[in-house]
């Protein structure tokens, strides 16, 4: 099948699904605008975590990852209320769940202060509206992308 932009999709990895349309497509990345924004932690394994930036997602963070949670009790920032969501049939935490969302630049900004030789540090703070997905990494998986229309 080939796949070129403006194609309207489902991109399916083991029980999760994703629909939306591809926006672009780069070498070995598809950039697929989902049809309902996500919070990182639940975004597609085959995400391409280093062609994240800050036009893919939202400007505000409802939910932060595990790691990014951890660099700020390591600084002893206190983070504004919420709960912890867990992994499907799992104890281990998945994602902290803001009662009130941050703003992405106070994030970006913690994260190029304590932790700059870490690209990654604000990753899993985003909402993704884009999602970079490696194709490569997709067919290792054994991901399904179906045509919609």
């Given at each position: 099948m080939t796949l070129k932009k403006g194609d309207h999709?489902?991109?399916?990895?083991?029980?999760?699904?994703?629909?939306?349309?591809?926006v672009s497509m780069d070498r070995d990345i598809l950039y697929l605008e989902l049809d309902r924004p996500v919070s990182f932690m639940r975004a597609p394994e085959a995400i391409d975590k280093y062609a994240i930036t800050q036009e893919l997602v939202d400007e505000?963070?409802?939910?932060i990852g595990v790691d990014t949670m951890q660099f700020f009790e390591d600084k002893g920032v206190k983070v504004p209320r919420g709960k912890w969501t867990r992994?499907?049939?799992?104890?281990?935490?998945?994602?902290?769940?803001?009662?009130?969302?941050?703003d992405l630049n106070d994030i970006i900004?913690?994260?190029?202060?304590?932790?700059?030789?870490?690209?990654l540090c604000w990753v899993q703070a985003v909402t993704l509206r884009i999602v970079p997905i490696s194709l490569s990494e997709a067919k290792y998986l054994g991901a399904k992308i179906t045509k919609l229309r």
């Open positions: 999709i489902e991109y399916e990895e083991w029980v999760d699904s994703w629909k939306g349309r591809i505000r963070v409802h939910a992994y499907r049939h799992s104890h281990s935490r998945l994602e902290y769940i803001l009662t009130m969302p941050l900004g913690f994260c190029s202060i304590h932790y700059p030789m870490d690209p």
